[in-house]
């Protein structure tokens, strides 16, 4: 069994020859040396550059469809590795990043960096209850939902400091 912070080099082959532990760690970013989760909400924001040009209800459905898929991706990762929720699993902050994106669609790209600060942010901290679901939902839903949550406080947020500042003429 291996613990949460250290791969072999048999867990690291095996994630890299599937597709569930292809997607799972993030195309590879999970596979950094430190800050996993920082890496895959960096990498995370490539496809969202593609991902922004198309319409709010697009950009839902990718997420949804992408939360059912890093489900079962990361339930399988995670059981080829003997740990639920393994630093080296990082799609559940691609979706995460995505939903904390939302604000940003059509926004400047500062916002898109206060959404990538404010998605770490949260998923770092771990507040309640952000932190009750990654201490007990398990499995590849526990490892999706925490970063689901994270992504949706930091959209609100995002959304509140964007009406704010719109409200003031800061930004248009």
């Known amino acids: 069994m291996s613990d949460r912070k250290t791969l072999t080099s048999e867990q690291r082959h095996a994630l890299l020859s599937t597709p569930a532990g292809w997607l ?3 195309f590879g970013s999970g596979l950094a040396p430190v800050a996993q989760g920082t890496f895959g909400s960096l990498a995370a924001i490539l496809p ?4 922004r040009h198309l ?4 950009n839902v459905l990718v ?13 399988i990762a995670g ?3 003997g740990v639920d929720d393994h630093r080296s699993l990082v799609w559940d902050e691609f979706v995460g990043q995505w939903i904390a994106l939302l604000p940003a669609l059509l926004a400047p790209w500062w916002i898109v960096v206060a ?10 901290l771990k507040p309640w209850p952000i932190r009750w679901l990654d201490r007990h939902v398990k499995d590849g839903l526990g490892v ?10 930091a959209a609100i947020v995002l959304w ?3 009406s704010a500042l719109q409200r003031h003429a800061i930004i248009v």
């Not at 319409?55 to 697009?58: A, C, G, M, V, W």
């Open 24 to 26: 799972a760690c993030g």
């Open 48 to 51: 969202w550059l593609l991902l």
């Open 55 to 58: 319409s709010l209800p697009i």
């Open 63 to 75: 997420i949804v469809i992408g939360f059912v898929i890093g489900v079962i991706a990361c339930d």
């Open 79 to 81: 059981r080829s590795l």
């Open 115 to 124: 959404a990538f600060v404010l998605f770490r942010f949260f998923d770092v």
């Open 144 to 153: 999706m939902l925490d970063d689901v949550l994270a992504g949706a406080i």
């Open 160 to 162: 509140l400091l964007m």
